[in-house]
């Protein structure tokens, strides 16, 4: 199994700050044959289930705040979300969907400083 | 638009067994590349992969809790079921089924809890 790794496991913001999730993965997660990184991004807000949120490591699911971007390449990926919101206090999840079976970092908690 | 329900208990004894089912709209699981998911979470604690349920009839499971989980389907009625064997409270947790299209898991249940005690 791919062993994904986030750090920090939490983070304090100010609003309007810039917030910055890493992940990491135990081997690629690249796919050669089309130069995509099969990694997605999940948002689960407190007592609701997790969002899809971004794939592809940088597609932005419809609907999604263009605060939210996604980078990195190989086994580094990276979460950023530029204007911290209050609406944004959740709990991050990266994935990978690149093998059987999909799994899922321990998740990062973003608050408010 | 696509839904998914799960329902099932709230409450079930040690050493019971646990049915639970997600009930779906806006999809069907006879489409190719459509899967169904099981996954769970203990309360404040990261998200768990269960079971997998591909369109082909395929199953996945978490290795680790093969030997107590089984999945199907009932494409007729749009329903995945999971059931779960010799419940312990380290079970307790939100159990949520998603819709699985190319590897992401697009759609999610609300969740149900379940809790382990006698």
Sequence with gaps: DIVMTQSPDSLAVSLGERASINCKSSQSVLDTSNNNHYLAWYQQKPGQPPKLLIYWTSIRESGVPDRFSGSGSGTDFTLTISSLQAEDVAVYYCQQYYSTPRTFGQGTTVEIK | ?118
Aim: net charge positive.
């Design chain 2, 1 to 118: 638009q696509v839904t998914l329900r799960e329902s099932g208990p709230a409450l079930v004894k040690p050493t019971q067994t646990l049915t639970l089912t997600c009930t779906f709209s806006g999809f069907s699981l006879s489409t190719s590349g459509m899967c169904v998911i099981w996954l769970r979470q203990p309360p404040g604690k990261a998200l768990e992969r269960l079971a997998r349920i591909d369109w082909d009839d395929d199953k996945y499971y978490n290795t680790s809790l093969k030997t107590r989980l089984s999945i199907s389907k009932d494409t007729s009625k749009n329903q995945v079921i999971l059931t779960m064997t010799d419940m312990d409270p380290v079970d307790t947790g939100t159990y949520y089924c998603a819709r699985m299209k190319n590897g992401l898991m697009d759609y999610w249940g609300r969740g149900t809890l379940v809790t382990v005690s006698s």
